[in-house]
């Protein structure tokens, strides 16, 4: 599988973000460049976003990668990775599990549950609202201001 545009976002996100927020975690590392087979290694470190389409030229999966990146340091502030799969001829593990057809979005909780699926592009804003509903992240939010406090 070929993950050119997490490479290019990665790229323009890079220091550019990480510079300019003061922030020790860049941003762009949420768009992870490697074959992810098992989900499990994210469990109860990360929530995983995996954006499925059947090309990387589906104006669909191009749109919802532009909206995770102009906010990617909302995400990374939620433990997001995002994972990418454009090869529907692969027959990745995570589309056999998953079975998109066509684009698809899905958010994976910490647990490695499957929290949201949608069939079209997503913004940023809805999907931070959909994990700070979550309990696990509420208990991350009581839990840092408790330990600023």
Do not use: Y
């Amino acid at each position: 599988m070929k993950h050119v545009l997490p490479i290019v976002f990665a790229g323009l996100l890079g220091g550019s973000l990480a510079a300019a927020e003061g922030d020790t975690t860049a941003p762009s590392t949420i768009f992870l460049e490697h074959d992810v087979s098992d989900l499990s290694e994210f469990v109860w470190e990360k929530r995983p976003i995996i954006v499925f389409a059947d090309s990387p030229n589906d104006p669909s999966f191009s749109q919802q990668m532009d909206l995770l990146a102009d906010r990617a340091a909302e995400l990374a502030e939620r433990d997001v990775v995002v994972l990418t799969d454009t090869d529907p001829s692969a027959n990745s593990d995570l589309r056999l599990k998953l079975r998109p057809r066509g684009f698809m979005l899905v958010l994976i909780g910490k647990d490695g549950g499957v929290k949201l699926r949608k069939p079209f592009p997503w913004d940023v804003r809805e999907l931070s609202r959909t994990i700070d509903k979550m309990p696990m992240r509420q208990r991350e939010i009581r839990e840092r201001r408790d330990g600023n406090g």
